[in-house]
């Protein structure tokens, strides 16, 4: 049974930085993709960023090219998303994820992503 706990939110102001963190669990992750979405108030779950386990390639939404940064730590199972220069449209609740396919190749849609972990709420002020 995979597990994913998320970690690492809260409020901070626009222009600040926030590290989100995600420990996975319950098998081994050499083929796959984690995946971090976000899902505003009213709005329907975006992909935000995604990386291949075995590879460490990297895809982001357009939005946040150039602000956040997707990382692993093979030796922990953690998968983080670096967030800098946050707006107040960032503000979301974060979920980590992991798709259910053994593709190693990333993939955006919701659909994909078998495994959620709860979420991690970030709050940006303006």
């Known amino acids: 049974q995979v597990q994913l706990v998320e970690s690492g939110g809260g409020l901070v102001q626009a222009g600040d930085s926030l590290r989100l963190s995600c420990a996975a669990s319950?098998?081994?992750?050499?083929?796959?993709?984690l995946g971090w979405f976000r899902q505003a108030p009213g709005k329907e779950r975006e992909f935000v960023a995604a990386?291949?386990?075995?590879?460490?390639?990297?895809y982001y939404v357009d939005s946040v090219k150039g602000r956040f940064t997707i990382s692993k730590d093979n030796a922990k199972n953690t998968v983080s998303l670096q967030m800098n220069s946050l707006k107040p449209s960032d503000t979301a609740v974060y979920y980590c994820?992991?798709?259910?396919?053994?593709?190693?190749?990333?993939?955006?849609?919701?659909?994909?992503?078998?495994?959620w972990g709860q979420g991690t709420q970030v709050t940006v002020s303006s």
């Open positions: 319950g098998r081994t992750f050499s083929k796959s993709v």
């Open positions: 990386i291949t386990w075995s590879a460490s390639s990297t």
């Open positions: 994820a992991v798709d259910g396919g053994l593709t190693g190749k990333i993939r955006v849609g919701n659909r994909f992503y078998t495994y």
